[in-house]
């Protein structure tokens, strides 16, 4: 008698924990048909944002590490005029 009477309070207890465990999965779908789309969105557009930055940052280094290579390639006052000068002309 009293192992079955431990069973039945250990059935008990599963069920209550499915039930609960089932409320919870029930209100996280609920949220994600809520929120899910504007989640995905907000997380897209910031990773969007996030990689024009690193582009950014990436391009204009690159032109600051062309023109040390030019700098560095002219010998001549007429050749580091030329650099100048590029250089003038591809910032604006």
């Given at each position: ?7 039945q ?17 029930e ?8 929120w ?6 907000v997380?897209?557009v ?5 990689l ?9 280094q690159?032109k600051?590490?062309?023109a040390?290579?030019?700098l560095?390639?002219?010998?001549t006052p ?5 650099v ?5 002309h591809?910032?604006?």
């Amino acid at each position: 008698m009293d192992r079955d009477r431990m069973d039945q309070e250990r059935l008990a207890e599963m069920r209550q924990s499915e039930l609960g465990e089932s409320n919870v999965n029930e209100e996280f779908v609920d949220f994600l048909k809520k929120w899910g789309p504007t989640a995905l969105m907000v997380v897209l557009v910031s990773l969007i944002a996030i990689l024009g930055w690193m582009r950014l940052q990436q391009s204009q280094q690159q032109k600051i590490d062309d023109a040390w290579m030019a700098l560095a390639s002219s010998s001549t006052p007429a050749a580091l005029e030329d650099v100048a000068r590029d250089r003038r002309h591809s910032d604006v």
